[in-house]
């Protein structure tokens, strides 16, 4: 059975900055250790190579719209998912968004997914668990996917981060004693 993982933008704009070939600009990442930077293209390098490792995109194309809007088709990131389209390795899923375009989740997920942008990844994983494709997020520097890290894995989601404790851990719990002395 294949491996299916929806990849939060972060991901590849991280992976597209450590790439020699894109654009992207190494210091427009938060993540300014170049060491980690090559490890998260290094993951993507591998996805992107291995046709057992299917992308979760929606046929609304918010998610694509999203990588889109963030990188230029010359990005190593928005080539590896085009890559992955050519090949036909895609679980395409439908997502249910409401009247101002923000996909829509179970109550319990709602509340504690308060990023309106990340809603669409929450619902796309969501939408391919239930058609019988289990799925991971994959997450390189977005703290906000800790902030909601229960909620998620109640609703048995399951977030692969690939910088977890060398750099999303620290930084968040950084930020969340920030916020308490703040």
């Known amino acids: 059975m294949s491996e299916a993982r929806l990849i939060d933008t972060n991901v590849l704009i991280v992976a597209s900055a450590a790439d020699a070939g894109s654009p992207f600009k190494p210091d427009a990442t938060p993540v300014q250790e170049a060491e980690y930077r090559q490890k998260v293209l290094a993951w993507l390098h591998d996805f992107e190579q291995d046709a057992q490792r299917y992308a979760v995109l929606d046929l609304e194309w918010l998610i694509c719209g999203e990588y889109d809007n963030k990188l230029t088709h ?10 992955k389209m050519d090949r036909n390795e895609v679980v395409w899923v439908a997502l249910v968004v409401d009247n101002n375009g923000i996909a829509v989740l179970p109550p319990e997920l709602s509340d504690a997914v ?3 942008a990340d809603r669409k990844m929450v619902a796309a994983v969501l939408a391919a668990a239930a058609a019988g494709h289990p799925c991971k997020l994959v997450n390189a520097c977005d703290t906000d996917w800790l902030d909601c890290e229960a909620a998620l894995m109640a609703a048995h989601i399951e977030t692969e981060h690939l910088l977890e404790h060398e ?10 004693q920030h916020k308490a002395t703040s």
């Open 74 to 83: 010359q990005d190593y990131g928005w080539l590896a998912i085009m890559a």
């Open 114 to 116: 308060t990023d309106l």
């Open 167 to 176: 750099w999303l851990r620290p930084k968040w719990r950084s930020m969340r």
